[in-house]
């Protein structure tokens, strides 16, 4: 079923009873060319373009739980290409350019809204290294703008320009970024693949890989063996353990990151701010809410919820940014786990093991990367080649220390 105006108007006009499920409910059939393993945005967007772009058969995406129960769902939707690295930033501006035909492309409506992203600046030095970020990113395609106070002033009114411990002395803009409603993205991506035949199995769970003489023959799950050609992970804070079953230890931590929303507000917040001098971020939703973040929980941890002394940084952070915050009531606060790669980038790479390939240490900033992640897992199953916008993202840098250490912090994943 296509979605369209029209289609909205007909149904309205004969009691809403044509609508279809948006996705089957099939069961697992024993053999598949192509298993993904994770049914979040990263594998559900591989299948879809295995699919559609690929032109692959016979695929189906194994998920443990429900379609949008993990990260895909838990986080603050910001999208945004403002990286600086060489590794990094075409990646991440094809992902945002695949962002901006989405929702025509999948036909479905992901409230994909390009308000714009502002970091602060608040030192001297900071200054400067925004001037060469932003540079960077001009040179990769992407925009970016620096912003004087004045200007600031005009467009971000409220906030606290002279904080006598983070006084704000400009900012680094990308228009294009912004926010998308994250669970739309899992739904849109789930009925594509879905209408181009790719089986999607909920409440699934993957025990174990079935693997004889170095080749990976299909996967062990809570509903029986399903062989495939080929097994692509990609189960983002599940990583490790999920790999652990095949034999691999990875260069990936699991932390819980919080996220948090307040009671809705008329529209204050034209686009996303994020803080220079600490870990805050936030952005208003359509309905008002002020959704916003910071750092990681300083500990391991598979838990799906977070802890009251990163809540009390978070809200120390908003409130140097604006003070208003603190008359603004919390509603919601969640959690979901990070998988924190040791130099803060992704991996999206073929294993030691035939047939088994790998997808994830996408840290916090895996949502942005969904479109593109998924393209180029894509690739790589199809073709057996990387897409060329992800030829760093191999395991075998932290071995031959071609790190794409963005943030120039080694490898410790509580800092990333
Ligand atoms: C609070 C928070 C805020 C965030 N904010 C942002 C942001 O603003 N911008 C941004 O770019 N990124 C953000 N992120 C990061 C982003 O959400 C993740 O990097 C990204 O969603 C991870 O990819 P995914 O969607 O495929 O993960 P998930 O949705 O977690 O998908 C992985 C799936 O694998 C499944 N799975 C695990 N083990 C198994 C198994 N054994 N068998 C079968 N299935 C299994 C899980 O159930 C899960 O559904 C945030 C994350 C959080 C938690």
Request: glycine share 14%; charged share 20%; net charge neutral.
């Amino acid at each position: 079923m296509r979605y369209s105006g029209f289609r909205v108007l007909k149904e309205a006009l004969t009691g809403h009873k044509g609508w279809t499920p948006a996705w089957r409910d099939p069961d697992p059939q024993p053999h598949y060319d192509i298993v993904i393993v994770g049914g979040g945005g990263h594998g559900l967007a591989t299948a879809y373009y295995l699919a559609k772009e690929f032109r692959q058969h016979r695929i189906a995406v194994i998920e443990k739980g429900w379609i949008g129960g993990g990260n895909v769902g838990r986080n603050t939707t910001i999208i945004r290409s403002n990286y600086l690295l060489d590794g990094n930033e075409p990646f991440y501006e094809f992902s945002l350019k695949l962002w901006e035909g989405l929702e025509q492309d999948f036909n479905y409506n992901a409230m994909v809204s390009q308000r714009g992203i502002l970091n602060l600046i608040h030192t001297d030095a900071q200054r400067d290294a925004f001037i060469r970020r932003g540079n960077g990113m001009i040179l990769n395609g992407a925009d970016a703008e620096l912003l004087s106070v004045a200007q600031l002033k005009r467009e971000y009114p409220f906030l606290n320009y002279d904080n006598a411990r983070f006084p704000i002395k400009g900012g680094l803009a990308q228009r294009r970024g912004g926010t998308v409603r994250h669970d739309a993205v899992a739904w849109g991506y789930a009925r594509g693949a879905d209408s181009r035949g790719v089986d999607i199995i909920q409440n699934c769970e993957v025990t174990g890989f079935r693997i004889e003489n170095g080749k990976c023959l299909g996967v062990e799950t809570s509903r029986g063996f399903i062989g495939a050609g080929k097994v692509g992970v990609a189960v983002a804070g599940s990583s490790s353990r999920v790999m652990a079953k095949a034999g691999m230890r990875l260069p990936i931590e699991s932390h819980a990151l919080q996220a948090f929303v307040s009671e809705g507000l008329k529209p204050v917040l034209p686009g996303v701010i994020t803080f220079g001098a600490g870990h805050f971020y936030c952005s208003q939703s359509d309905k008002g809410g002020l959704v916003f973040g910071g750092d990681i929980d300083g500990y391991n941890s598979y838990a799906q919820r977070g802890n009251l002394p990163v809540i009390e940084d978070v809200a120390e952070g908003g409130m140097a940014l604006f003070p208003g915050l603190g008359r603004v009531r919390l509603l919601r606060i969640w959690g979901g786990i990070m998988d924190m790669s040791m130099d803060g980038s992704p991996i999206i790479d073929r294993t030691h093991i035939d047939g088994l390939y790998f997808n994830g240490g996408w840290c916090y900033g895996g949502f942005k990367a969904t479109p593109a992640s998924g393209w180029c897992f894509a690739h790589l199953l199809a073709t057996d080649t990387p897409h060329k916008t992800a030829t760093a993202y191999r395991f075998d840098r932290f071995e031959r220390g071609y790190l794409i250490d963005e943030k120039g912090m080694g490898a410790q994943p509580n800092l990333h």
